[in-house]
């Protein structure tokens, strides 16, 4: 750690921050417009930095837009407060990029540019040649969220509903295997199966007692569950299904019909640590990130009034994951899905992303049966650069991380 180094501030929350994680210097000033450099992104980069670089002191310069004057004298001061600064190229308008090739003309300047989908860095110091390197530069869901003014609440998933032990991993294998088998049904019997639970309350040891007449054709599929272990204590006559989930996580994928196709598209992500260096399900974004956990957990209790509290906004995205300091953000529907999913989908992404962000939609049926007006949906999707991965039930489990590894923005 060390040193100083000038930012030109940009749009892009991912492009002022590179320096930061690269180097964790002294100090970073960032030059730029009012119109730029509102309260609410210098307050986000600030509590950004403060978990990533806490000892990093930020400089904000407010310069005149169209002003070119303004900014050779504002480069111009930096320049004599901080003779041996490094100044990073990414971000920042015209006009100061402008003054900054004037004045780079008579002063032996050190400039460097980190591309924040790669990693690379190019140096360009006095008197040398260009360099480049390539880093693994990383930041967390976590963090890219705060990063760009939102926070992860507790009610996320990776949080307070999933943990991904091993055997877990294992049982999402599982259910997966008889989900694809039944397709379409599959949605079908988890909706039956969670009214009557629902209708049907356990007992205070987790013992659930049936009716066969209202499950119907879905009791068959507790029937496959119980066969590959993911029920205990079952049995069943005429008239009853008795059995205990295996533990509250099975419980959860049976009773909600998206959960597993979630579930599955997250684990087989998981097998590429390497390039998928974070990830996240169930990720519930508040969009302002101000308020205490104490004050969330206030009304986790209500969560549609939760989600539709006039004072704030949440939204949620089925799975985040992170390549390195790049987010992708996965919307999965086992389901029909509609055009409303494409709209919530770029609203998040372009909010918590930006333009190196990549975005997709899961699709555990093909999207000719999931999706009226089908070619007009996929051409929609296109044009929004969101990419559709349907037909997941008849994929294999490597087909669908290459498919992953392979989003773009």
Not at 71 to 98: H, Q, R
Not at 238 to 245: A, E
Not at 260 to 267: R, T
Not at 371 to 397: C, L, P, Q
């Amino acid at each position: 750690m060390g040193g100083t180094y000038v930012e030109f501030f940009s749009d892009e929350a991912l492009e002022n921050v590179m320096c930061l994680l690269q180097y964790k210097p002294d100090t970073i000033v960032y030059l730029g417009y009012k119109v730029t450099m509102v309260t609410r992104k210098m307050k986000s980069l600030i509590n950004f930095s403060k978990i990533v670089s806490p000892e990093t002191r930020l400089e904000f310069i407010e310069v005149q837009r169209d002003n070119l004057d303004s900014c050779i004298d504002s480069l111009n001061k930096v320049y004599d407060k901080y003779p041996d600064a490094f100044y990073e190229l990414t971000g920042g308008g015209e006009m100061l990029l402008i003054a900054f090739g004037f004045i780079s003309a008579t002063k032996n300047l050190k400039t460097l540019r980190i591309d924040p989908y790669t990693g690379l860095e190019v140096n360009m110091l006095p008197g040398l040649k260009p360099s480049q390197h390539k880093d693994k530069i990383k930041i967390s869901v976590k963090e890219n969220i705060i990063l760009h003014g939102g926070l992860l609440t507790r009610q996320t998933g990776s949080y307070s509903t999933w943990s991904f032990t091993t055997e877990f991993k294992e049982d999402i294998r599982t259910i997966w295997d008889i989900a694809r088998r039944l397709e379409h049904k599959w949605n079908r019997y988890c909706s039956v199966i969670e009214d009557v639970v629902k209708a049907n309350p356990c007992d205070e040891t987790g013992y659930y007692v049936l009716p066969k007449s209202s499950l119907g054709e879905a009791g068959t599929l507790l029937g496959k569950l119980n066969g590959k272990g993911m029920l205990r204590d079952f049995s069943q006559d005429n008239k009853r299904i008795r059995f205990r989930f295996k533990n509250n996580s099975i419980r959860h994928i049976v009773t909600k019909t998206g959960n597993i196709l979630e579930l599955h598209v997250y684990e087989v992500a998981s097998r590429a640590p390497e390039i998928f260096t974070d990830r996240i399900i169930g990720a519930m974004i508040d969009w302002n990130g101000d308020k205490s956990e104490s004050e969330k957990a206030t009304f986790a209790s209500d969560y549609e009034k939760y989600m539709h509290a006039s004072y704030d906004t949440i939204n949620e995205i089925d799975v985040v994951l992170m390549r390195s300091t790049a987010p992708i953000f996965i919307s999965c529907k086992s389901g029909k899905a509609s055009s409303n999913s494409l709209h919530e989908l770029e609203t998040v992404t372009r909010r918590f992303g930006g333009k190196y962000a990549s975005k997709a939609l899961a699709m555990a049926l093909p999207l000719e049966s999931s999706s009226s007006g089908n070619s007009f949906f996929r051409e929609r999707a296109k044009e929004m650069h969101i990419w559709v991965i349907d037909n997941i039930y008849h994929m294999t489990d490597e087909e669908l991380l290459n498919k992953l590894i392979n989003l773009q923005p």
